[in-house]
């Protein structure tokens, strides 16, 4: 099963991971809020994520880290 | 010229600016980039015979703004490297020094001054000696400022140019003029080195082959107190350099009450005319500034207690040096100008008047070949334009 | 994307994202080795970290870090020195290609590459652009165009489109007076030092596989010698642009593309040729002085 982990060091929540996911398990978080005062990503629907690496190849800072 | 050791010694008839090339490489230059700009021509042109066939790089850049950023990348890269304009190309490559200076970049850059303001004229003048000594570009920063009067001193100075540049990583240049360009004296050559044994940089950025963190060559500080932090640091050196490279020539200035100090090809007409009083009874002495900043502040002192009372700053422009004669003098002593522009040079004779109107308390002529008071000045050389001529 | 095997975090991130990583898990992407920890200074949803990424993926890739060096431009990537781990000079407005000649001069060995913006390259910096591009210079461009001033607040750039209202265009852009904007790869395609010039962008996954095909190209035309290299990237500024960067990737797609089209401009190893130098011999087959072998 494949999942992502979120760097909050680097996530300034452009959404563009949300955007990018071909699987929509992608949200911005609203509960957390990141030292840089973003809402990071976050995966919502871990069953269904692929770990095709699309949310990793749009993200403009580097935060997202695939894993399976 | 091939072998090094013999050519040490001889004596070769060489023009001011094919010495500068030559005795940039036997400093381990091997990078020349530049522009074309009358006069400094034959070193450029010189360069680009020679550094080819020395496993050199000579590069006609497309402008003196590139070609100082070149000398940015190469002086970055670790190489020793220099540039040579002339006053208008000087003013274009003036953003490329400040970069250099704010990221403590070596480089050599020459100047072999025209005439100016604009495009002037292409003469030998010495009217960059502000650029040169107070602004060669924005920012909080000086350089070292070397002013050869004679071939050999092209040589000498450049082969030290580079030194400087490497030991307190800043830009140095070499502030020369059309006539030392121009010239041809006898010059005995300063020994060649091989580029591979100077000492290494490890600062360059050369790549780190995964044997060190990488180097960053930068200027940019958005922190306030990190960049007042790193110019503080800069201005430590500059103190050392003032502390321990101030150059000059003094000439009969053990017992000198009046002091001409002039720098370059002015120092050559005005060591003349310093002889020329002595000779008539009056204590000349000349103080030959030979490193512009740091200014010979030293050495003015010296001459002050050495019982200088007078002193004559005499520069082939309206008025430049005479303002670091003044601060260094600082009320001790009169300082009085004489300079001529645009190209053309004083006589001695017209120096050694002003001499004599010193000594007999008279004032000297105003500059520039305006009405004398009290001296005999050469009408001025008929220097209409060609449609003024009604050619 | 192809990625060295195994995938490994870079040594900053093994405590804060390894910890998080399961003994059976194994990491399928992650960020490249060549990119420092240090956080971007770009705007949320810019693409220039985007391009970032795949410029020190392709270092990773080819094994080049040690001996590679990146220079910075000025504009909003002007801190990218701190974001690659290779050696990295910070260049003056629009001089990176003059001051990326002068490293590559002395160190050919190296991999010179510089990072620059539309202001930076195609408007103060176009005669070093040129120049190092006809003299075949062996470095690799890494060209952002997104068609406005970033850094300085959204004035309009030398890409700027016909019409594109920016804070100095309020009107839109006035090609009766402003012009037109700058091809940059159509222009560098006609000179004859260039051996690879493509424009690619980056506002889709598949968008972004193919620039980062380009870019590592683009290094490998330098590491093999065979001239100047560049890859124009179009790219979106969200921020200045006054949109989403979901909006901007629409306005990119709307607008910047059908101006700019995607595509190799210049590849002179597809057209038969050994290299720059050959196909610039072909070129001038009929000008007898270009023909003469210096070595003779």
């Known amino acids: 099963m494949a999942r992502i982990i979120v760097d909050d060091v680097h996530c300034k929540g452009c959404g563009l991971c ?8 992608l949200a911005l978080d609203d509960e957390r809020i990141t030292p840089k005062g973003y809402h990071p990503a976050k995966l919502v629907d871990p069953d269904n994520c692929i770990g095709c690496s699309s949310c990793f190849i749009t993200c403009p800072d580097v935060a997202i880290t695939v894993v399976r | 010229m091939a072998d090094n050791t013999k050519a040490a010694e001889e004596r070769v008839l060489m023009k001011g600016n094919e010495v500068l090339a030559e005795a940039a490489m036997r400093a381990g230059c091997r990078f020349f980039f530049g522009y074309p700009i009358t006069p400094q021509t034959e070193l450029a042109a010189y360069m680009a015979k020679r550094l080819p066939k020395i496993g050199g790089t000579f590069l006609q850049a497309e402008s003196e703004v590139a070609a100082i950023n070149m000398v940015y990348g190469a002086g970055a890269a670790g190489a020793r490297v220099m540039t040579s304009s002339s006053s208008p190309g000087v003013s274009l490559k003036s953003e490329g020094a400040s970069y250099m200076a704010g990221a403590d970049v070596p480089g050599v850059i020459v100047n072999v001054m025209r005439g100016g303001p604009g495009l002037g004229g292409i003469q030998p003048s010495q009217s960059d000696y502000f650029q040169a000594t107070r602004a060669l570009g924005h920012g909080d920063y000086f350089m070292p400022v070397l002013a050869p009067s004679t071939v050999q001193e092209m040589a000498d100075l450049i082969y030290l140019a580079f030194d400087l540049a490497d030991e307190y990583r800043t830009p140095t240049m070499i502030l020369a003029d059309g006539m030392i360009g121009q010239m041809m004296e006898p010059v005995s050559l300063p020994p060649a080195r091989d580029p591979k044994t100077l000492p290494t940089k490890p600062w360059a950025t050369a790549g780190h082959k995964g044997e060190r963190a990488h180097n960053v060559i930068n200027s940019l500080y958005l922190s306030p107190e990190k960049l007042e932090d790193t110019n503080r640091e800069r201005f430590e050196r500059y103190e050392k350099i003032r502390a321990t490279q101030q150059r000059q020539e003094l000439m009969m200035c053990d017992d000198a009450e009046i002091v001409v100090v002039a720098f370059g090809a002015a120092s050559r007409i005005a060591r003349t005319a310093v002889r020329d009083a002595r000779a008539k009874g009056i204590k000349a002495g000349l103080l030959r500034p030979i490193t512009l900043w740091p200014y010979p502040t030293d ?33 001790r002593a009169s300082v009085d100008f004489y300079g001529r522009t645009g190209g053309v040079l004083p006589t001695p004779e017209e120096v050694l008047a002003q001499i004599e109107a010193l000594a007999e308390g008279r004032p000297v002529a105003p500059s520039a070949g305006g009405s004398a008071t009290g001296s005999v000045l050469p009408a001025p050389i008929d220097r209409k334009s060609s449609y003024e001529r009604g050619e | 994307m192809a990625k060295t095997n195994p995938v490994t975090l870079p040594d900053y991130q093994v405590e804060r994202i390894g910890a998080q990583i399961g003994a059976d898990e194994t990491i399928v992407s992650a960020r490249p080795h060549a990119l420092s920890d240090a956080i971007f200074n770009y705007c949320p949803g810019c693409t220039h970290g985007i391009v970032n990424r795949l410029v020190a993926e392709c270092i990773d890739e080819l094994g080049i870090e040690g001996t590679t060096v990146g220079i910075a431009p000025v504009g909003c990537s002007v801190m990218a020195y701190d974001f690659f781990n290779c050696d990295m000079i910070e260049a003056a407005h629009g001089r ?37 591009a006809t003299r075949g210079e062996k470095i690799t461009v890494i060209f952002i165009n997104n068609a406005i ?16 209202v920016t804070q100095t265009s309020p009107y839109g852009r006035d090609v009766n007076s402003a012009g037109y904007p700058v091809r940059i790869s159509e222009l560098l395609s006609t000179l004859d030092g260039v051996a690879y010039v493509e424009r690619v962008t980056c506002d889709s996954t598949a968008h972004i596989r193919a620039a980062k095909k380009a870019i590592k190209k683009a290094f490998q035309t330098q590491i093999d010698g065979l001239g100047y290299s560049m890859v124009e990237v179009v790219a979106t500024c969200p921020t200045n642009w006054g949109m989403t960067p979901q909006a901007a990737f629409q306005w990119l797609r709307d607008n910047m593309l059908p101006y700019y089209p995607l ?31 210096k070595e003779d």
């Open chain 3, 96 to 132: 990176a290609p003059a001051v990326a000649t002068g490293v590559k001069r002395v160190h050919p060995e190296n991999v010179v590459f510089a990072y620059q913006g539309d202001g930076d390259l195609a408007s103060i910096g176009t005669a070093e652009t040129v120049h190092a």
């Open chain 2, 299 to 331: 050495a003015i002192d010296k001459v002050i207690d050495n019982g200088a009372k007078r002193f004559l700053s005499v520069e082939l422009n309206m008025g430049q040096m005479v303002e670091d004669v003044r601060l260094a003098v600082a009320g």
């Open chain 1, 18 to 25: 949300v955007s990018a996911c071909p699987k929509g398990v």
């Open chain 3, 149 to 164: 001033y970033g850094m300085t607040g959204g004035q309009m750039a030398p890409t700027s489109l016909p019409n594109q």
């Open chain 3, 263 to 293: 595509g190799v401009y210049k590849d002179v190893v597809a057209d038969g040729y050994a290299n720059a130098a050959e196909a610039a011999l072909e070129r001038a087959k009929d000008c007898p002085i270009a023909q003469q072998n």
